[in-house]
């Protein structure tokens, strides 16, 4: 199994651009996750979804969008970049949300938005 | 709010000693616990879960104090790769944004 990949693991954009960063799983897992990480923030989660066809938003969602069409996928779409979301950007996915089960987390997309 | 608060560090300790530090949560209802390790420029990663009785895993030890709502974690022996940041994260039994909670993560440097 190839766990939780993402792409890119790198981006630079400009200001009002959009992009989508790419995850993926191959562990069948119903639950997935979008976090940011910025230094002495710790992790926070953006959206998340508890299995195909439904999505909910997290704890800082504003200027970011998903959809989740199958298991596998989980988009993050940045609908116009602002120099506020440079981060490093992290996905996640277990078996089930909450409760004793493990989170993969993919490798990260660092973002940097000038 | 559910909060999951950590001392953020850094701790510096010599190889070959013992540290030790805790997690404290507000959640009453929390009923999964974990420790995660996350190494610089690297993602999270799961080191152990922590049961109420506690558990040891090698050189790690983790408990769980349910009355006083903290959860802690020792290592002893330790090892210069065991620098990290060591993040603890508390779990209900809702799903989503309810379902998981993360602390900001206590950083630990072990020198030669």
């Given amino acids: 199994n190839a766990g939780v990949t993402q792409t890119p693991k790198f981006q630079v ?25 910025d230094p002495g923030m710790g992790l926070r989660l953006i959206h998340y979804s508890v299995g195909a066809g439904i999505t909910d938003q ?20 940045l609908l116009s970049a602002a120099p506020s979301q440079t981060s490093v950007y992290f996905c996640a996915s277990s078996y089930r ?15 940097t938005v000038t | 709010r559910k909060e999951v ?7 510096n300790v010599p190889e070959g000693a013992t540290v030790a530090f ?29 049961y109420s009785s506690g558990n040891e895993d090698g050189r790690f030890t983790a408990q769980l104090n349910r009355a006083s709502q903290y959860i802690s974690l020792l290592i002893r022996d330790s090892k210069l790769s065991d620098s990290a ?14 379902g998981l909670t993360f602390g900001k993560g206590t950083h630990l440097i072990i020198q030669p």
Avoid: I
């Fill in chain 2, 85 to 98: 940041t060591y993040l603890c994260v508390v779990t209900g039994l809702g799903g989503g944004a309810d």
């Fill in chain 1, 58 to 77: 997290g704890e800082v969602p504003n200027g970011y969008n998903v959809s989740r069409s199958t298991t596998e996928d989980f988009p993050l779409r």
């Fill in chain 2, 22 to 50: 805790n997690c404290t949560y507000s959640n009453s209802a929390s009923q999964s616990f974990f420790w995660y390790r996350q190494d610089c420029r690297k993602e999270p990663k799961l080191l152990m879960s922590v």
């Fill in chain 2, 5 to 11: 608060e950590q001392d953020p560090g850094p701790f």
């Fill in chain 1, 13 to 37: 954009l400009k200001t009002g651009q959009s992009m989508t960063l790419q995850c993926a799983q191959d562990m069948n897992h119903e639950y997935m996750s979008w976090y940011r990480q």
């Fill in chain 1, 97 to 111: 949300a909450g409760g004793p089960y493990e989170q993969y987390f993919g490798p990260g997309t660092r973002l």
